[in-house]
């Protein structure tokens, strides 16, 4: 009791209504305790608690009946009591020898609706949101949660959406909350304006940012979506070009979206200046390092002096020196670029400067923004781990990687200080995007192997269960073909940088006279060499039926009917105008092949869905034997080289050139007619498939050959007046190439011409489509030379084959 009192007469004498203000904004009274002096009561009473026990809040509380406490014992009890969540008010107060602690509960949200929204499901519209099933509402977080809801809108092009919130309820301190969802119209963009470009068009810098201007095929395309942070990344685009292109002093004034309310459509206006154009002066290497030589460095460098200046040449060159030194064991050296511009002959001259960097070591790699991505996916594309030695250059490296997978819209990396002066804390912050795709393609072909219109479509996912593997799965095909074929693609098989993967395939074709059937699979392993050199190595087997069609084989024996020949009494003929060499290649069916492939691929194309510089190339050697019935070795390459041949109007020059050939091995050299090469558009346009090279001279049909070379020289250009966004683009081409060699076994009666080198050529026109479908092309050949026996095909059209 005298404790009691002690404690009554403290209040009375200092007592006073205290105001606290805690997280969420909400107002806490209690009464204030005397720090002079202690106070200690002999219960302490819960009021308010409806879900939660008495005794949890007690034990938040921490004051004990019997001890003394303070008036900061009674601040920190309020402050745990918040923080737990659970309560929208929280009142201690001194009652007689109580402690009375009132507190009101937050509703608990039972479920959380959306209603009117089409464009974006449910599903994506929960994970958005912060309210969830069985968690507390608020009122902040309820509207915090609606404009959750208008963002994404926004960044799908419906500026104009609403979103309304409202609570249902449901009694006993639960309630539904529901977003009603107005979804609104699209909201387009009706021009994209550059201004200050003088050394590019409009048109050319248009190709280089992702927004684009809307047009009717917008709605398949979804590229004519405004968003800030896609503008940003798109004033980045821009950057790049023009530093990549000598324009070191390049800057952008300006870049915004005004929305005309009245239309709802932006109007996008990137206002830069361009600056002179500089080419490499004087390139040189020091070092700070005593036993680093200078000299042996110069190799590494990708800026050459007289070169137009490259931001990316710059970059390149950084990577390769500093991994150059780290490879003589300085695993801290920094190389720093110093440039020293020349105003007036427009050079830039520079010095890379190699110095022993700090020590600092990558604490630990924090991960953001991957609520579907897997944390190893990204992690792997580092080549540094926690505890090893912090380098810019390999972060940098990590970054693009990143971008290149495809899986983000954006990707950064920051640093923060770690726990002791030499760490570092990598916090890598990501964006997700969607992954998967769904396309069908049509086509129609004049002649060739599968005359006549033709369908494909495909289902690819490129971060399967967000573990960053590939599958797709194709079907395709049109009145005398079909394709189905499944493929699937490990990019880091056992932890490394090897990407395994396999593809199953069926495949069947009618021809005039005879239907064939292919079904087999491919295991296969990629190795990358350097970043621009992979190599591949596969095994595969397939398994190959020919039979002759009704009108060649009635009684369906797989072999071709005979009937009485009228030039010889007693004698038969095939009742069906066949080549022998087709006729035993059907009759030797069903045939399997076994080989082993090995492919060397070199790549430094700019875009691969635009491409305007770089080289693709590869080469492959497949060697049949394994098993089998095929015993050949294959030898096969094909490269293209782009080069910009006008930036200002956008033209494109493409060379293309290609070969092949094909050797039997064994006791048996010769080879079926299956296994020739056989002449298709890939080769030269304006032929038949298989209309040129090696045939037999009786029926004209073509047998293939063992030996081919083919060239080919092309100008892609803008169409006039059709808007960029549109993705149309022509070309004009010139083609040559030839198919000859013929190792069919010998066959009796069989007479083969056209086994000589011969050159064909042709010229023609094309059209280019970037459609939502894939990349279509037509084209228009007309051939300028060509032999006897050739069959003329001028017009194809199809899915682009670009490399």
Known sequence: MKAASNFLSAVSAAALSASLVVPGAVAVQFASVSAASAAVVSSIQVRGNQRVDAQTIRDYVAIKPGKAFSNADI???VKRLFATGLFSDVRINQAGSALVVQVSELQVVNQVLFQGNKKIKDAQLSGMVQLKPRGTFSNATMEADAEAIREAYRRIGRNDANVNARVMDLGENRVNVVFEVNEGERTKIAAINFVGNNAFSSRRLADVISTKKSTILSFL??????????LRADEEALRRFYYNRGYADFRIISASGELDEASNTYTVTITLEE???????????????????TAELQSQLKTKPGAVYSAKNVEDSIIALTEEVAGKGYAFAQVTPRGDRNFENHTISVVYTVDQGAKAYVERIEIRGNDRTRDYVIRREFDVSEGDAFNQVLIQRAKKRLENLGFFESVQIATAPGSEP?????????????????SIGAGYTSGGETPGPSVEGSITERNFLGRGQYIRFSAGGGKRSRDFSLSFTEPYFLGRRIAAGFDIYRQTRTFDKYESELNGGTVRFG????????????????????KF????????DGQIDQKPDPDNPGSTIPVCDVSQGIIEGVNESPWTKSSVSGTILYNTIDDMKNPHSGIYATMTTEVAGVGG??????VTGRGNYYHTLSEEYDIVGLATVGGGHVQGYGSEKNLRIFDHFQGTDRMIRGFEWGGFGPYDLDTGDHLGGTTYFNASLEAQFPLPVIPESFGLRGAVFADAATLY???IAPVSGLTVAGTDMEWRASVGAGLIWASPFGPLRIDYAVPVVKKDGDVVQNFNFGISTRF
């Open 422 to 438: 030499d760490q570092v804390v990598l916090v890598v912050d990501v964006v997700e995007k969607s992954t998967g795709e769904f």
């Open 549 to 556: 069609r009704d009108g060649c084989d009635a009684n369906g």
């Open 221 to 230: 395309m979804r590229d004519d979506v405004y968003d800030e942070q896609r």
């Open 629 to 634: 019935d095929a015993k050949f070795v294959k």
């Open 75 to 77: 601040d920190e009890a």
């Open 527 to 546: 190795l990358p060499i350097t970043e621009a050199l992979s190599t591949q190595l596969a095994y595969n087997y397939t398994q190959e039926k020919y």
């Open 741 to 743: 060699g013929n190792k």
């Open 275 to 293: 600056g002179d154009r500089y080419t490499f002066g004087d390139v040189s290497v020091e070092s700070s390092i005593p036993d680093v030589n």
